[in-house]
Structure formats: structure tokens, C-alpha cells
């Protein structure tokens, strides 16, 4: 996968939220879905709210799948930093088993 895939969130679905909801100046919360690269080496701090409003807050068209969201919790793990993002492993944890 490349480093700027967005865990395989097709471009209609980004067209569909933005049709759907609006966009700059007034996005909706859950519209931003971090890429790869980001989740591999965003600061824990700026990464957190990315992850946690697309996995609660998303519009429909963005809704991560399980799959999506195992790939996300699978970077986090990798991470030499993994153990200071471990609340948002465990957040991808309880997403997948909702």
C-alpha cells in the first residue's frame, strides 16, 4: 500500500461526504481520514482526535469497516512509539468488536 492511501477510502466516498455535509469553512467532524504515512508517524497527540472522531463521528460515507480499522490498529501496533498509543490501540480494539 502506499504511504498516501487512506486505508482504501475510495474517492467517491470522500465526493459523497463532501456533497453530503458541506466542506471549508464548516466540515463535519469524522471527515478527515488520516493516511497511512500519517498514522505511522503523526505526533500521538495530533493522530488521537484524527482517529477518534473517523471512528465515531463519521458521516456515512466514511464509515471505516473492520477490515479498515484492523489495518489502522495493525500501523499503531508497528509504531516504536506504540506503547504511548496504546489507549487509541485499545479504541481501535473496541470499534472492531461494536
Not at 488520516?34 to 484524527?50: D, G, H, I, K, Q
Not at 456515512?60 to 489507549?87: M, S
Request: aromatic share 6%.
Amino acid at each position: 500500500m502506499h504511504d498516501d492511501d487512506r486505508f482504501g477510502m475510495p474517492a467517491s466516498a470522500f465526493a459523497g461526504a463532501r456533497e453530503a455535509h458541506g466542506s471549508a469553512p464548516t466540515v463535519r467532524a469524522g471527515m478527515y481520514v488520516p493516511a497511512r504515512a500519517e498514522v505511522r508517524s503523526m505526533a500521538p497527540e495530533t493522530l488521537r482526535p484524527l482517529l477518534i472522531e473517523w471512528l465515531w463521528e463519521s458521516p456515512t460515507e466514511l464509515i471505516p469497516t473492520n477490515e479498515q480499522i484492523h489495518q489502522v490498529k495493525a500501523e499503531l501496533e508497528a509504531r516504536p512509539d506504540a506503547t504511548a498509543l496504546a489507549p487509541l490501540i485499545e479504541e481501535c480494539r473496541r470499534y472492531i468488536e461494536d
